[in-house]
């Protein structure tokens, strides 16, 4: 770890203000009488969307649901996952059909996740509207995604992003570089 | 509106993330390297446990309105069988269209192996097709080892003569895992035609590697002593083994395998190791039976056992699909097996 040379981002009070900003961001544009579906990527969009419905929750959103996408099975190549790759389980719970669903990640870098993600959504059902949840959004897409609601932005490409979460990671920070 | 283009300077020479996996795989510090699934002799238990981590995974695709993933999108899955089969080459078939692969059936019967052409000739023409992967059934233990010096495909062994069957091994251990909780320490008794059955020697290196203790039962011609080699119990009384026992796998009694009399009589032979419900009278209430099909109803097992609540012969069934989806996924991943003695 090349913790040194990376530079702090936000820290815990930073990623709990940017959790706030995404969730009071995402309150002001939903639409009414829409059933919300927060679906986090494994795994610490899985984290990230766990607190967002907590904060969505706290605000009056309802019906609200959480769930968890395993986006393994939908990468570009099996060459690109590497041998260590583990398929884990995708858990939602519920009906996507006509459901608002919030895609959460951590980080928005190449666009390949959200790209895998939302092949993986369309084979679940057929959601009234899909929008982009990210902590952080960094230069670099390979494929035309962009993120709806953004927590932080790093301006800077080619710096490598980290972000850990105490419920993952026992830690909680984001550092660039 | 950010000012800056999100959007990635796509200079040719652009340097790749060294990340090996994207940051939203989940990985784990094993990593799976066989691109051959032979047997499970050669397995660790490591190995076995995280193909049954992969195959819980699987399970959840099934339960889907559309029961697809594109993983193996593009590749292609031979089906080469060289002996009859209904249920396990359906599985495979299945198994494979769920990942999105493309499955090419073979039978020997109405192929050009009835013409005289060899193994080899027949792997490699295939393969020259473009094929990804053999799943191969053949009467000659060692055939799916001899393939896979044949070719540059990933090879899965659906059963070899008397040697091994590892998915059906595989989904019998993961069947008892999940309704049991484990496997360490159980007893598992093993009944019927032992001599003749891979599915017995499949299942008796699993389970020993897994911490079960295997007890084998029948009659003195089909359960010979050298099993005991294996690390399992050899026993020919079944209701002494019953009584401890936690499992059961009652094997079928396969007569196109038998070449003499090995038991006097089809009767003394129900009297002596079929089950029956008077026999489960005296065993503990939660035995789970198994059987990994077809099954002679009446004969190895009766029908009311076979499909009474002890009974998980059709969870296997089930189960055996994520396994094949799992291990599949898993060769496939683990690659190309290039330069493993190709040679002209």
């Known amino acids: 770890m090349t913790k040194s040379r990376s530079k702090m981002l936000l820290d815990a009070k930073g990623i709990r203000a940017a959790m706030n900003r995404l969730a009071d961001e995402i309150v002001a544009a939903l639409p009414e009488n829409v059933p919300v579906g927060v679906i986090g990527i494994r795994r610490r969009g899985e984290v990230l969307?766990?607190?967002?419905?907590?904060?969505?929750?706290?605000?009056?959103?309802?019906?609200?649901?959480a769930g968890t996408l395993d986006i393994t099975l939908y990468r570009d190549d099996l060459a690109e996952l590497g041998p260590q790759a583990v398929v884990r389980q995708t858990e939602i719970g519920f009906d996507l059909t006509g459901r608002y669903v919030v895609l959460v990640d951590d980080v928005l870098y190449t666009g390949r996740s959200v790209r895998a993600a939302l092949s993986a959504l369309n084979d679940l059902g057929r959601p009234r509207a899909i929008r982009l949840a990210v902590l952080v959004e960094r230069p670099g897409r390979e494929l035309p995604i962009q993120a709806d609601f953004v927590g932080e932005h790093v301006t800077q490409a080619d710096l490598p992003v980290t972000v850990l979460l105490t419920e993952s990671d026992q830690e909680e920070e984001v550092r660039v570089g | 509106m950010s000012t800056q283009?999100?959007?990635?300077?796509?200079?040719?020479?652009?340097?790749?993330?060294?990340?090996?996996?994207?940051?939203?795989?989940?990985?784990?510090s094993f990593t799976w390297k066989r691109p051959h699934l032979l047997g499970l002799e050669e397995l660790s238990p490591e190995e076995i446990l995280h193909i049954f981590t992969m195959a819980e995974s699987f399970q959840e695709v099934s339960t889907r309105?559309?029961?697809?993933?594109?993983?193996?999108?593009?590749?292609?899955?031979?089906?080469?069988?060289?002996?009859?089969?209904?249920?396990?080459?359906?599985?495979?078939?299945?198994?494979?269209?769920?990942?999105?692969?493309?499955?090419?059936?073979?039978?020997?019967?109405?192929?050009?192996?009835?013409?005289?052409?060899?193994?080899?000739?027949?792997?490699?023409?295939?393969?020259?097709?473009?094929?990804?992967?053999?799943?191969?059934?053949?009467?000659?233990?060692?055939?799916?080892?001899?393939?896979?010096?044949?070719?540059?495909?990933?090879?899965?062994?659906?059963g070899d003569g008397q040697h091994e069957h590892p998915t059906q091994g595989l989904i019998d251990i993961f069947t008892i895992?999940?309704?049991?909780?484990?496997?360490?320490?159980?007893?598992?008794?093993?009944?019927?035609?032992?001599?003749?059955?891979?599915?017995?020697?499949?299942?008796?290196?699993?389970?020993?590697?897994?911490?079960?203790?295997?007890?084998?039962?029948?009659?003195?011609?089909?359960?010979?002593?050298?099993?005991?080699?294996?690390?399992?119990?050899?026993?020919?009384?079944?209701?002494?083994?019953?009584?401890?026992?936690?499992?059961?796998n009652m094997l079928r009694i396969q007569r196109e395998r038998m070449t003499s009399q090995v038991f006097p009589s089809t009767e003394e032979y129900i009297r002596l190791f079929g089950l029956t419900r008077r026999r489960l009278q005296t065993t503990k209430p939660d035995l789970l039976i198994m059987h990994p099909g077809p099954v002679n109803r009446g004969v190895e097992l009766a029908s009311d056992v076979a499909d009474g609540p002890n009974s998980s012969i059709l969870r296997q069934v089930s189960n055996g699909l994520a396994i094949r989806m799992a291990v599949l996924f898993l060769v496939n991943q683990a690659g190309s097996p290039a330069g493993e003695g190709v040679t002209a």
């Open chain 1, 49 to 65: 969307a766990k607190r967002l419905v907590n904060e969505l929750a706290r605000r009056g959103v309802t019906p609200l649901e």
């Open chain 2, 5 to 28: 283009s999100p959007y990635a300077p796509l200079e040719p020479s652009r340097p790749t993330e060294p990340a090996a996996t994207p940051a939203n795989s989940p990985t784990s």
């Open chain 2, 65 to 158: 309105s559309i029961k697809k993933v594109p993983a193996l999108r593009g590749r292609v899955v031979v089906n080469l069988f060289f002996e009859e089969s209904t249920r396990t080459r359906m599985s495979f078939s299945l198994a494979a269209q769920r990942l999105s692969a493309d499955v090419l059936e073979f039978a020997a019967g109405k192929s050009s192996v009835s013409k005289g052409e060899s193994l080899r000739d027949t792997v490699r023409n295939i393969e020259a097709m473009g094929v990804d992967t053999f799943v191969i059934r053949h009467m000659a233990a060692g055939a799916p080892h001899y393939i896979t010096r044949c070719t540059n495909c990933n090879v899965v062994n659906a």
């Open chain 2, 177 to 248: 895992r999940e309704r049991k909780g484990r496997i360490e320490g159980l007893n598992v008794v093993i009944v019927g035609d032992i001599g003749h059955s891979r599915v017995a020697r499949s299942n008796i290196w699993g389970l020993t590697k897994l911490g079960a203790k295997v007890t084998l039962v029948g009659p003195t011609t089909l359960v010979p002593r050298t099993f005991e080699q294996m690390g399992a119990r050899v026993g020919h009384d079944l209701d002494a083994a019953l009584k401890e026992a936690d499992v059961v």
